[in-house]
């Protein structure tokens, strides 16, 4: 991780929008002025979290590119026919039932996003739902392992007016039992970089996390200016941990986790079958995550 950077009128940085030069420091704020002559005042430990962000993110990319150089990537073995009757999304899929509806067998929709995913250690595939217009994706050593309404998993579902697609984390609730960990999402964000790396990650993806049920928590979470905030329907509140308000939340209640990227009816019909790339590139974006959650299964 880079130091604690002690900021200099004159010297140049870098933010998520391009270099900046350091213009005046008046206490705890400061003045900075990017190349295209765009002048603001911003607050200093907000830059310096913006710096170990992007530091964070560079490594992360190189200990990956590390990852895939040292190891050969395992393509999943489906044919390729699978998903080649995928032609986009119709205006008659968006419903919350699955009459006269095919996106989701393997040969549209799942199929079409399988394809695309490549992992060097799990095997996806896909699984429609029954009796509702969901996907669920999840590696199938996983998947044979136990109850597949405990397994964390990818999923897409539609209604009347939107696509919802991410992954998919179920706490069953107090007693009930489950074949992963149900606190590995809350003890993985307990770690500094994990955290930073997931709110990065949302909010450069349109990335939101939200209780589908309600049971554990109202409202959609978001990141905003490096951190996190809850959206209420009668306004917005900071969360100072991610890991502590889902960690106080009622056991005994369970909690349907989606941490999601949430489209539109109208951009997805319009984006045809190039929908299939964003879902299954949101997926490898969260793949870390995936396999942060997902037991070992060597």
């Not at 999304?89 to 549209?108: M, P, Q």
């Not at 079409?112 to 029954?130: C, I, P």
């Not at 109208?266 to 790339?277: D, M, S, W």
Request: hydrophobic content about 40%; some cysteine; glycine content about 6%.
């Amino acid at each position: 991780m880079i130091d604690t950077i002690e900021f200099k009128v004159g010297d140049k940085y870098e933010n998520m929008k391009g270099p900046y030069e350091v213009i005046s420091i008046d206490g705890d704020s400061m003045v900075i002025r990017w190349e295209t002559g765009e002048e603001v005042t911003t607050a200093i430990d907000l830059q310096q979290r913006i710096l170990e962000r992007l530091d964070l993110e560079k490594r992360l990319k190189a200990t990956a590119q590390k990852r895939k150089a040292a190891k050969p990537q395992k393509v999943r073995t489906a044919s390729s026919r699978y998903g080649n009757r995928f032609n986009g999304f119709e205006e008659g899929d968006f419903k919350k039932n699955i009459t006269a509806t095919n996106w989701r067998s393997r040969n549209c929709l799942g199929g079409a996003v399988t394809e695309r995913l490549a992992s060097d250690k799990f095997s996806f595939n896909s699984w429609a739902v029954y009796r509702k217009p969901v996907i669920h994706w999840a590696d199938v050593t996983h998947k044979a392992g136990g109850s597949a309404f405990l397994q964390a998993k990818f999923f897409a579902e539609v209604d009347e007016k939107r696509l919802c697609y991410g992954l998919y984390l179920e706490y069953p609730g107090e007693g009930a039992e489950s074949i992963h960990d149900p606190a590995a999402f809350i003890s993985w964000l307990k770690d500094s970089e994990n955290d930073q790396w997931m709110c990065r990650v949302a909010a450069e993806n349109d990335i939101v996390i939200y209780d589908l049920e309600e049971k554990g928590f109202k409202g959609v979470i978001k990141a905003h200016e490096d951190k996190w905030r809850i959206q209420l329907p009668d306004g917005c509140e900071e969360i100072d941990s991610l890991h502590a308000f889902l960690e106080d939340l009622p056991e005994a209640h369970g909690l349907d986790l989606n941490i999601a990227r949430i489209e539109e009816k109208e951009a997805v019909l319009e984006k045809q079958t190039a929908i299939a790339a964003d879902i299954s590139a949101l997926f490898e974006t969260l793949m870390p995550l995936y396999e942060a959650v997902t037991p070992n299964m060597s």
